[in-house]
């Protein structure tokens, strides 16, 4: 509704399919023409994760050490930047509009200069349809962002995008420093 | 506090109960809650003509008519629990002054759901529906305690006879009685489009909830009311669309693979 959509207008569109098809379905079909329900999901999930009203925003995003059953992230990773090293994550998601939040905490090199932003590689290497992946940057000690739009979203099996992330001093049960992935399927 | 209230003298190995309102069910359901001491005699000595029948008020608007006990209330001494000791308005009186104010804001007498009202499929809830003997009044029946209260032990739209039921224990707090209402009054809406085939379809279960939540709280009200994000937990996001009900818990992020080996 904040997209400036109408609730009668929506709902009825829903409930007056004629048609016996899931709800989703013909929601999908009313929001074909307004962003589509696809984009208008992506949106949905980044709002409630990493926007200061998003519902999730209550939750840590990740937590690297203690009990991380209320950690909004479904895995967590560090990298050492400029090791040249390499981690990878296979998502599994359900069908019909799903997210899963991997975060990911930059940590500097032993001999790396601190508060330096450096490029760190995201790619795709294979993906089924539908699913999108949508890298955020959450800066040092913040748990939202201003704008909850990803840095770079990746598409298509193979894409890959160059992000600059800074180095971090990420503590236990602080908000991680580095690059976030979410995946979002359809 | 739900049902019916009861008190034992174990000296006299009798039971009084209050039924607030008749309903077979609850009868039932009392007798083997009072049955279970012991086998001791049951008296039900309450006035079952003055407890059986329903209190009705009516709002100025017409638009609900709510049944309730106003014996139930007034009779503290066998509603002497914690829950209801030392209030000097009972619940169902709150609900009944409140009504006005929330019928108003809810949009069945003004407001933001105005333009549902008027929707010429929707009950007009303040004044007329069509019906094959022509114009008729509907309004909109809520239930205090009722059976299906008990039955269900929260706020529920009754679909075959559409009506709502409501806890008293639920009305307490203004804000928990205004999103109940608002949520179970958009079912009534709801039926208007999908009858009871639909209503009772799994396939609509999410959509009809999550709309009647968000009619809950924000569409019937002029300022949206908090509690929108009360079943998200950090795992919601992981389950798909048309998932029904809280998710508080692990979900599909278990089974998520790290292929990496830990880094530093």
């Known amino acids: 509704m904040d997209r400036g959509m109408n609730f009668r207008g929506m709902f009825e569109a829903v409930a007056g399919d004629t048609a016996l098809v899931p709800p989703e379905r013909s929601l999908a079909a009313f929001l074909g023409s307004r962003g589509g329900m696809e984009t208008l999901y992506r949106e949905f999930a980044a709002w409630m994760i990493f926007a200061r009203g998003g519902f999730l925003s209550k939750y840590p995003l990740a ?3 203690g009990a991380t059953d209320r950690d909004v992230a479904g895995a967590r990773s560090t990298l050492t930047l400029g090791s040249g090293r390499e ?5 599994e998601l359900p069908e019909g509009y799903a997210a899963q939040l991997w975060a990911i905490r930059l940590q500097k090199a032993a001999r790396g200069k601190s508060g330096s932003r450096e490029p760190v590689l995201v790619k795709v290497n294979e993906k089924t349809s539908g699913m999108v992946v949508d890298v955020f940057v959450v800066p040092s000690g913040q748990r939202t962002l201003s704008s909850a739009a990803p840095v770079k979203s990746l598409f298509t099996e ?7 992330a800074g180095v971090g001093t990420s503590s236990a049960c602080s908000p991680p420093t580095g690059t976030s992935a979410r995946g979002t399927r359809r | 506090m739900g049902g019916p209230a ?8 009798t039971a009084t109960v209050l039924l607030d309102h008749f309903s077979v069910v609850g009868v039932f359901r009392l007798l083997g809650k009072v049955l279970g001491y012991g086998g001791a005699a049951v008296i039900i000595g309450t006035s079952a003509g003055e407890w059986a029948l329903n209190d009705v008020y009516i709002t100025p608007e017409g638009n609900f008519k709510i049944l309730y006990s106003k014996a139930a209330i007034e009779k503290n001494l066998v509603m002497n629990d914690s829950t209801w000791a030392g209030r000097t308005v009972g619940p169902a009186f709150r609900i009944r002054g409140n009504i006005p104010s929330i019928s108003r804001t809810s949009g069945i007498s003004g407001g933001r759901l105005e333009g549902l009202r008027r929707h010429p499929r929707l009950p007009q809830s303040a004044g007329e529906r069509k019906g094959w003997l022509g114009k008729y009044q509907k309004q909109i029946i809520v239930k205090m305690d009722s059976y299906f209260s008990w039955a269900t032990g929260a706020p529920s739209y009754e679909k075959i006879f559409e009506r709502l039921h409501i806890p008293t224990d639920n009305a307490l707090a203004p804000d928990d009685a205004r999103v109940t209402l608002g949520h179970e009054l958009f079912h009534v809406v709801q039926a208007e489009y999908y009858g009871i085939a639909g209503m009772s379809n799994p396939m609509n279960s999410w959509w009809l909830e999550a709309t009647a939540d968000y009619a809950g709280h924000v569409a019937a009200w002029p300022a949206p009311l908090a509690g929108l994000d009360y079943g998200c937990g950090p795992t919601y996001l992981t389950y798909p669309l048309s998932t029904k009900g809280r998710i508080t818990g692990p979900g599909w992020s278990d089974r998520a693979t790290n292929t990496s080996p830990p880094d530093g």
């Open chain 1, 87 to 91: 981690i990878t994550r296979a998502f």
């Open chain 1, 158 to 164: 193979d894409s890959s995008a160059l992000v600059k």
């Open chain 1, 63 to 65: 937590t690297f050490s």
């Open chain 2, 6 to 13: 009861h008190a034992v003298d174990e000296g006299s190995r």
